[in-house]
């Protein structure tokens, strides 16, 4: 079952901009914070930013503030985005978009990868000349 898919990566220049789309259905749908975590080769996971459903509460990693952004799209909440300007080869990784179906409480935004439960596949950026 796929409940979160993920598309938009590719080359991009150093500098330059690059948009990830992410679609969650299924288990994922019910989410209460949706997200977007990287994994470059050799390196754990890590958090890059998240925004919780009531759309209230938008959390970015200090290594991508300031130049991501995640939007949503205005008809359907289970569409989101990553906006990715201002790019860095540091930016090259595997980009996944997961969602927490858990933590109901508030506007708290979780950063931790045990803290979402449901996953897509990934999509490749990578920032080179």
């Known amino acids: 079952q796929v409940d979160l898919v993920e598309s938009g990566g590719g080359l991009v220049q150093p500098g330059g901009s690059l948009r990830l789309s992410c679609e969650a259905s299924?288990?994922?749908?019910?989410?209460?914070?949706i997200g977007w975590f990287r994994q470059a080769l050799g390196r754990e996971r890590e958090f890059v930013g998240a925004?919780?459903?009531?759309?209230?509460?938008?959390?970015y990693a200090d290594s991508v503030k300031g130049r991501f952004t995640i939007s949503r799209d205005d008809m359907n909440k289970n569409t989101i985005y990553l906006h990715m300007g201002s790019l860095e080869p540091e930016d090259t990784a595997l980009y996944y978009c997961?969602?927490?179906?858990?933590?109901?409480?508030?506007?708290?935004?979780?950063?931790?990868?045990?803290?979402?439960?449901?996953w897509g596949q990934g999509t490749q950026v990578t920032v080179s000349s």
């Open positions: 299924g288990r994922a749908y019910n989410y209460y914070t």
């Open positions: 925004v919780r459903r009531s759309g209230r509460n938008t959390f």
């Open positions: 997961a969602v927490d179906t858990f933590h109901s409480d508030g506007d708290y935004i979780y950063t931790g990868e045990n803290d979402y439960d449901y």
